[in-house]
């Protein structure tokens, strides 16, 4: 099935990446997950690589990835990966990133939608259904 593309989607914004040692934070619309989010409504946990290391935890969300069409990896180093979730129907883009935190021993999450006031949920159920996976193969703990 080929994607379509949504030029009002298509364009990465700019808040991408580290900053600070942190992810961007989500915006006050109801279209975005991060564990480092300070409010409720947007909160999710840490992903937990339990007694695994950092270099299994990325290793597989990378093999995770990979493997859900939806999905492609932008950018991917040793603490940080970058992905980005096309819908199949309208061809809107979701940015999902991970950031590895030696202080406390987790991969934070973010899951944001680029454009919308609201997702449905769509980007909790994507970082939960992620964790239900490593789950599956010994992670998070």
């Not at 914004?13 to 409720?40: F, I, M, W, Y």
């Not at 409504?41 to 935890?57: F, M, S, V």
């Not at 990835?65 to 309208?90: N, V």
């Not at 970082?127 to 490593?134: A, F």
């Amino acid at each position: 099935m080929t994607m379509m593309t949504n030029p009002l989607t298509s364009k990465r914004p700019e808040t991408l990446g580290v900053h600070e040692g942190k992810l961007a934070s989500c915006p006050s619309t109801a279209n975005c997950v991060c564990s480092q989010a300070d409010d409720r409504a947007h909160y999710i946990e840490p992903l937990d690589p339990g007694n695994r290391t950092k270099r299994e935890l990325m290793a597989r969300l990378q093999t995770a990835l990979a493997g859900c069409e939806e999905a492609e990896i932008i950018t991917a180093t040793d603490d940080y990966l970058h992905a980005e979730c096309h819908s199949t129907f309208l061809g809107f883009v979701d940015d999902l990133e991970f950031l590895w935190s030696e202080e406390e021993g987790v991969c934070h999450v973010r899951s944001a939608s680029r454009l919308g006031i609201t997702d449905l949920g769509k980007n909790r159920a994507r970082v939960e259904k992620l964790r239900m996976l490593l789950e599956g193969w010994g992670f998070c703990e």
